[in-house]
């Protein structure tokens, strides 16, 4: 099975203090690739990850080596402006379709812009596979993909030909670790990582930032509640809870 | 100021009824309209809907644009992003709107790029520049640690996609002028599946459900992990609770998503909300709309002592403990 995952995009530099919570792949990174190798162990195959960003994103394409990937690769971007989404998504497309074929595109929960299953939708469009979006669980048979997916009441059970593209979500999976072997071959100079893309900004941004945007406060008659240690503290919890009328 | 002639809101319809972010954007779709004088449209597609299309009449809706079909039920990204790219086409509305639901967040970015354009996702509030007349959306930007106010200054169509729970839903009128206009349906056979439903496990009133909820007790990283948020599920459990968390528990597996509570996550508007081991950040907070807020925190100087009604400085997980054992 042809596996491949993309990481969360890296902003560009100077919006780099503003967006990016850690330097690296990040705990959702994390967990799509340990995701990606646990189905590469079950089903045989090839984990190959592409990072998305600006050229120091190339640090972050280097790290997913030491989990033990096939291949790593960056897509080379320049700005494109919070929320343009869709030109990151053509990119990123177009990057899997030269990479040649996949069985799975795999992505986690954060990309661009959060829990919005934005680029996800965009990049399945582009590539015009399905998508199969908030998956807990994925398992592969008789060529067919089947995932059990969170929905507004429930858990939907689907079934799809491969290619797809899957936004998962399932979290608490089995536990890997970089080993030093991949380490090592991560950061030796021979281990080039591959570039697609030149990186030039786009000039014409169809979303446009009007202005920052802080909500109104309201100011709040605050009561602070005191105690000598955690016991007196939960003592005065039980008080404030019970003339809120949510205990007897 | 260029005025808007057509706000048209994507509809989804579940169950039988319309979901309830269809409603509230009707509210809001009509309010924007006031401003530039546009008529307000609605799209739904589904099976077997025409009573629920004569229902949502009873909203003040100028027009109802409504596809009716098998092939619609149960909804497929493939079929209904056909369908909402050929209803845009044909009516050429220069706003549209669309709800966050789990369906809507994978159907509104599929159709902006089947026409060629972006969409404002995950919007916390909207407005109309009064000296353009185009669209202005309040988004998180940058993952959510900011918020900014966007618009698509060049866009023939503008785009947004807005949380549920956002806006109120709209008022029934009395004021009956709007119709329906049924759009042919057979051509949907043509249109390949992609995705297959083997079974559906409901979950119905186990199914979390932030939105709704009176009462929270949510829980961020002062709780220190799983067994923090163990104790908190007590807790919740003990007074009634639905039990919700920062968008970093999830991130870090010791809570599900369903139970993220921010910008990112649910907005939640509960008569009580109580806050353990939460810094207050503004892309949490902003998912809280609630009556009475109580915070628990160690630090001091956390920003969520400015959002409380009630502050205890102290250590969370072990004033939980406390509270659970007497």
């Known amino acids: 099975m042809r596996i491949l995952v993309y990481l969360k995009e890296i902003p560009p530099e100077e919006e780099r203090d503003q967006y990016q919570d850690t330097e690296g792949l990040n705990d959702s990174d994390k967990n799509v690739l340990m995701e990606a190798l646990n189905l590469r162990d079950e089903e045989g195959g090839t984990v190959t990850v592409m990072t998305i960003g600006p050229s120091r994103a190339e640090k972050t394409a280097r790290e997913a080596l030491t989990w033990g990937v096939d291949r790593s690769i960056l897509v080379l971007q320049g700005r494109n402006g919070t929320g343009n989404v869709r030109k990151s998504a053509r990119l990123l497309a177009r990057a899997i379709e030269a990479e040649g074929a996949f069985d799975i595109v795999l992505c986690g929960r954060q990309a661009l812009d959060g829990d919005a299953a934005h680029m996800a939708a965009m990049t399945a469009f582009f590539l015009k596979i399905p998508l199969i979006a908030y998956s807990r669980r994925i398992e592969a048979a008789n060529g067919k993909l089947y995932n059990w997916c969170m929905s507004e009441n429930g858990t939907e059970q689907t079934e799809c030909s491969m290619p797809a593209l899957v936004l998962s979500v399932k979290e608490n999976q089995k536990i890997r670790h970089p080993n030093v072997a991949d380490i090592m071959s991560a950061y030796a100079e021979s281990t080039a990582i591959p570039v697609f893309g030149t990186g030039q900004s786009e000039t014409e941004r169809m979303i446009q930032k009007v202005r920052e945007y802080t909500p109104k406060e309201t100011p709040k008659k605050r009561k602070l509640l005191d105690g000598k240690d955690e016991q007196e503290l939960a003592e005065k919890l039980y008080q404030v809870l019970r003339e809120q009328d949510v205990l007897e | 100021m260029e005025r808007s002639r057509k706000i048209l809101i994507i509809g989804e319809i579940q169950n039988g009824k319309p979901v309830p972010v269809t409603l509230e954007l009707i509210g809001e779709g009509k309010r924007l309209a006031s401003f530039t004088g546009a008529r307000l449209f609605l799209a739904v597609a589904g099976s077997g809907i025409r009573g629920i299309c004569r229902d949502l009449l009873r909203y003040p809706v100028d027009r109802i644009i409504a596809m009716d079909h098998p092939r619609l039920e149960p909804a497929q ?54 000296e353009t007349g185009r669209l202005l959306a309040i988004k998180p930007a940058f993952d959510g640690k900011q918020m900014s106010v966007v618009s698509m200054p060049e866009a023939e169509v503008q785009i947004a996609s807005v949380k549920p729970g956002v806006f109120q839903k709209s008022d029934e009128t009395d004021n009956k002028k709007g119709n329906i206009t049924m759009i042919p349906a057979d051509w949907l ?138």
């Open chain 2, 77 to 130: 990204l493939e079929v209904h992003g056909k369908v909402m790219e050929v209803m845009i086409r044909e009516q050429k509305p220069d706003i549209v709107l669309g709800g966050g639901t789990l369906f809507g967040k994978t159907l509104i970015p599929s159709v902006a790029a089947a026409l060629g354009t972006e969409v404002m996702t995950d919007a916390v509030g909207l407005d109309i520049d009064r």
């Open chain 2, 189 to 326: 056979e043509d249109i390949k599946e992609q995705k297959k439903t083997l079974d559906f496990i409901f979950e119905g009133d186990q199914k979390i459900c932030l939105e709704d909820a009176k009462i929270i007790a949510a829980g961020g990283r002062g709780l220190k992990g799983p067994e923090g948020f163990e104790l908190l599920k007590r807790f919740a459990d003990r007074i009634g609770a639905q039990m919700g968390s920062t968008r970093p528990c999830v991130d870090a597996g010791w809570t599900l998503p369903e139970q993220q509570i921010g910008q990112t996550g649910s907005i939640t508007k509960p008569d009580l909300y109580l806050a353990f081991g939460i810094s207050g950040a503004i892309q949490h907070m902003t998912g809280v709309r609630a009556k009475t807020v109580i915070a628990v925190n160690n630090n001091p100087n956390a920003a969520i002592f400015q959002y409380c009604d009630y502050g205890i400085v102290g250590d969370a997980q072990k004033i939980l403990k406390e509270f659970l054992e007497n």
